[in-house]
């Protein structure tokens, strides 16, 4: 399969589109299922959490989409949104640490975040070789040419699709189970991203860092840890509180 890429400008378009999106999509499940949670989250995590989010997004993104570039031989400034999603991680976890907040606090981020990286991706997957985001060469038949002869894993479309499913089950744990989503939303989401995302760098061209591993292999397997060892604590905390009762 192929198609003629780059198509200009259709990044930046796709960027837009995805963040439009995920604005709307966290607007509405705020209306339609946390508006009583989010306004006790909000008040716990005081006026600078959005801001510490923030920086900790952008550093990440620049910083460790660059590191993976240098490690990679490949000249320029990256950005990465594995990257941006540890830094937030990162920084709003020493924020609640200095605050003392417990418990989750981006479970309005679970289902934009997801909506964000399956549009986004397409813009990566449009955008040719020169977003160097694309995969290995491969004789599988759904290979795609991206305009150089040579059939690719269209890994932004695995992850596109991954991510655009675990939209699917969270809405769905939504409809049944909204009690589930804010307590484990969050850190379920990162840790299928993380799983998914740790399968699709087998199929990239990306230097490794240490182990057979590309940095973006160790970013994943961080989340992995963290996913599992925040549902962990949450789970004890909520069994903790209802024995309160």
């Known amino acids: 399969m192929t198609l003629p890429l780059p198509i200009n400008g259709v990044h930046t378009l796709f960027d837009l589109l995805a963040l439009s999106v995920a604005a709307a999509s966290g607007y509405g499940v705020y209306r339609w299922r946390f508006v009583a949670a989010y306004a006790q989250t909000s008040q716990r995590a005081g006026?600078?959490?959005?801001?510490?989010?923030?920086?900790?997004s952008s550093f990440g993104a620049h910083l460790f989409g660059t590191w993976n570039l240098i490690l990679s031989d490949i000249p320029g400034v990256g950005r990465s949104i594995l990257g941006a999603l540890v830094g937030a991680i990162l920084t709003v976890e020493l924020?609640?640490?200095?605050?003392?907040?417990?418990?989750?606090?981006g479970y309005i981020y679970a289902l934009?975040?997801?909506?964000?990286?399956?549009?986004?991706?397409?813009?990566?997957?449009?955008?040719?070789?020169?977003?160097?985001?694309?995969?290995?060469?491969?004789?599988?038949?759904?290979?795609?040419?991206?305009?150089?002869?040579?059939?690719?894993?269209?890994?932004?479309?695995?992850?596109s699709a991954a991510m655009a499913a675990t939209a699917l089950f969270l809405l769905w744990r939504l409809w049944r189970a909204p009690e589930w989503?804010?307590?484990?939303?969050?850190?379920?989401?990162?840790?299928?991203?993380?799983?998914?995302?740790?399968?699709?760098?087998?199929?990239?061209?990306?230097?490794?860092?240490?182990?057979?591993?590309?940095?973006?292999?160790?970013l994943c397997l961080g989340l992995m840890a963290y996913s599992l060892w925040m549902v962990w604590r949450q789970a004890k905390n909520t069994v903790r509180e209802d024995e309160r009762y």
């Open 112 to 159: 934009p975040f997801c909506v964000v990286v399956a549009l986004g991706r397409l813009g990566c997957f449009l955008s040719g070789l020169d977003d160097h985001t694309h995969g290995l060469p491969t004789d599988l038949p759904w290979g795609w040419d991206y305009g150089d002869g040579t059939p690719r894993h269209p890994v932004q479309l695995y992850e």
């Open 181 to 218: 989503v804010i307590h484990y939303g969050f850190y379920g989401v990162v840790g299928i991203y993380g799983a998914q995302r740790f399968v699709w760098e087998f199929h990239k061209p990306y230097g490794p860092l240490a182990g057979g591993l590309n940095l973006f292999h160790w």
């Open 95 to 105: 924020y609640k640490l200095m605050r003392g907040v417990r418990g989750s606090t």
């Open 47 to 56: 006026k600078h959490y959005l801001l510490a989010l923030l920086i900790g």
